[in-house]
C-alpha cells in the first residue's frame, strides 16, 4: 500500500488505492490508518471543489524510506577499524568510554559519599542495563567478571580497541560518583566465559597529605 501510494504522482483516496491494490475498502482504511499511526503516510483532506464533503486522500510522508536493515555491525566495524589502525586509538577509545560511563550511571546527590559497597552496585547496574551481566566475585569484592559481552563478535576481531572503551566506562561511572575504588583493568577473555575487571581502592587526596606530613 505505501509503494502504491509512493508510486502515485497525487494524493489518493480510500477508493483509488482499493481498485489500484485491488482489495476491500475497509481493508485499506485499516492499513492506512496503522501508516498513519506509525508517520509513514499523510492524511488531508482535498479542497472542495463543489458541494458534498471534502474527499479525505493519502500520500506518503515526505522523507527517506525509513524501512529495510540497518548496518549498524557494519558501521561500528568501520569506525574500530580506523581507531585501531590510528595512534593513540585504544586511549581515544578510553577517554570516549569515560565521557559515556560519566553520562549512563545513576547519578547520586552532591552530599551523599558512596562506599565501595554501593560504587560497586551502582556499578553493576550500568553494567547489567547495557548487558554486561556482571557478576562481582573475589573474598574482597575486587573482580567483576563480565559474563557476557553484547559486542561479542566486534570484541573478538578489535579488543585491543573496544576493550579498553569498556573499561573507560567503568572508570568514567566510578569517577563521577566519587566512588572510593576505580577500575584498573580489564583482562579480556581472561576466563572461558567471562571477561574480568579489577578493582582497586582509591587513595583520597586527604590521606596522601597525612602520609607526607607523617614521613
Known amino acids: 500500500m505505501l509503494d502504491a501510494l509512493r ?23 485499516f492499513h492506512l490508518d496503522a501508516l498513519v499511526a506509525e508517520g509513514l503516510v499523510d492524511r488531508s483532506r482535498e479542497r472542495p471543489s463543489g458541494r458534498g ?4 486522500v493519502y500520500a506518503p510522508h515526505p ?9 549498524y555491525q557494519l558501521l561500528a566495524k568501520i569506525l574500530l577499524g580506523q581507531l585501531s589502525t590510528s595512534p593513540g586509538g585504544s ?23 558512596p562506599d565501595a559497597t554501593e560504587a560497586r552496585q551502582r556499578l553493576n547496574a550500568m553494567m547489567t542495563e547495557l548487558d554486561f551481566a556482571p557478576e562481582t566475585v573475589g573474598r574482597k569484592g575486587d573482580r ?3 559474563r557476557h559481552c553484547p559486542f561479542l563478535e566486534l570484541a573478538e576481531e578489535y579488543s585491543a580497541t573496544l576493550c579498553p572503551l569498556h573499561l573507560g566506562l567503568m572508570q ?19 576466563e572461558p566465559d567471562a571477561c574480568l575487571v579489577h578493582l582497586s581502592p582509591v587513595r583520597s587526596p586527604a ?7 607523617s614521613t
Open 7 to 29: 508510486a502515485s504522482d497525487e494524493p489518493l483516496g480510500v477508493t483509488e488505492l482499493a481498485e489500484r491494490l485491488g482489495v476491500h475498502a475497509n481493508t485499506v482504511r
Open 207 to 213: 590521606a596522601g597529605k597525612r602520609s607526607h606530613r
Open 91 to 113: 586511549a581515544s577509545a578510553e577517554d570516549a568510554g569515560r565521557n559515556w560511563g560519566r553520562y549512563l550511571v545513576d547519578q547520586v546527590p552532591p552530599s551523599h559519599q
Open 53 to 56: 464533503r471534502p474527499r479525505t
Open 63 to 71: 522523507g527517506m524510506d525509513r524501512g529495510g536493515q540497518r548496518q
Open 172 to 190: 568514567g561511572a566510578l569517577s563521577h560518583i566519587r566512588a572510593p575504588i576505580a577500575a584498573t583493568r580489564l583482562e579480556p577473555f581472561a
Open 144 to 146: 567483576i567478571r563480565l
